[in-house]
């Protein structure tokens, strides 16, 4: 079965420095990976996903993220933190087992950014 | 319009009403979700809907009702709804995958619906 681990409920950081968020994932195939962001009240919006082919995914507004299997990770970075980055964001995991592609969220994480 | 529509944005109701919320989606989709997000919780899978067949049903109260009436809309009918029912309600549409492709998900902005 598939599952995905975000490995901080929060993550504080200060505008201009690099932003990391944290995630791993546990699948039995070859998962398609997603980075979700949902600022205050608003719907999910993509911020990149990961589909099997450069392991190395540029998003919207600056983000990035590195599939690494070895490692079983999916952690999303920004090198420059913006007041607007602050937000909840999502890793995602969907692999397909069993026919089924329903994808798995993660708990969340909230990034705070200070000024 | 574009995107993924959501109506009523804001709802609030008794416990003995009957309500629903609409889900619309302009993007040629064949799949669509309904998820409650509650504060300090994960993000819930209701229902999925594909090719207005569903095919997901998480165990939710039989006081949620979903319908499907085609795949460009979706509904979430409330009766006799409970306080801790009070949450954020999202709609979200997907392209079916294709040749072993996962598609991303398309979410609407939410219904906030307070349960008095």
């Known amino acids: 079965a598939q599952s995905v681990t975000q490995l901080d409920s929060h993550v504080s950081v200060s505008e201009g420095t690099p932003v990391l968020l944290r995630c791993n994932y546990s699948?039995?195939?070859?998962?398609?990976l997603f980075w979700y962001v949902q600022h205050p009240n608003k719907g999910l919006q993509l911020l990149l996903k990961y589909t099997s082919a450069a392991t190395l995914v540029k998003g919207i507004n600056g983000f990035e993220a590195e599939f690494k299997k070895s490692e079983t990770s999916f952690h999303l970075t920004k090198p420059s933190a913006h007041m607007s980055d602050a937000a909840e964001y999502f890793c995602?995991?969907?692999?397909?087992?069993?026919?089924?592609?329903?994808?798995?969220f993660g708990r969340g994480t909230s990034l705070i950014v200070h000024p | 319009e574009t995107g993924v529509t959501q109506t009523p944005r804001h709802l609030v109701m008794g416990m003995t009403n009957k309500k629903s919320l609409k889900c619309e989606q302009h993007l040629g989709h064949n799949a669509m979700y309904w998820y409650k997000q509650s504060a300090k919780k994960p993000l819930e899978l209701m229902f999925v809907?594909?090719?207005?067949?569903?095919?997901e049903n998480n165990s939710v109260p039989s006081r949620f009702s979903p319908e499907c009436p085609n795949s460009s809309h979706l509904f979430l009918h409330l009766h006799t709804l409970q306080p801790e029912d009070s949450a954020l309600y999202l709609c979200?549409?997907?392209?079916?995958?294709?040749?072993?492709?996962?598609?991303?998900?398309?979410f609407g902005p939410g219904t906030r619906l307070t349960v008095l």
């Open positions: 995602v995991v969907s692999d397909g087992a069993g026919g089924s592609y329903i994808p798995t």
């Open positions: 979200a549409s997907s392209q079916d995958v294709l040749a072993g492709v996962v598609n991303e998900q398309f």
């Open positions: 699948s039995s195939y070859s998962p398609s």
């Open positions: 809907y594909s090719l207005e067949e569903r095919v």
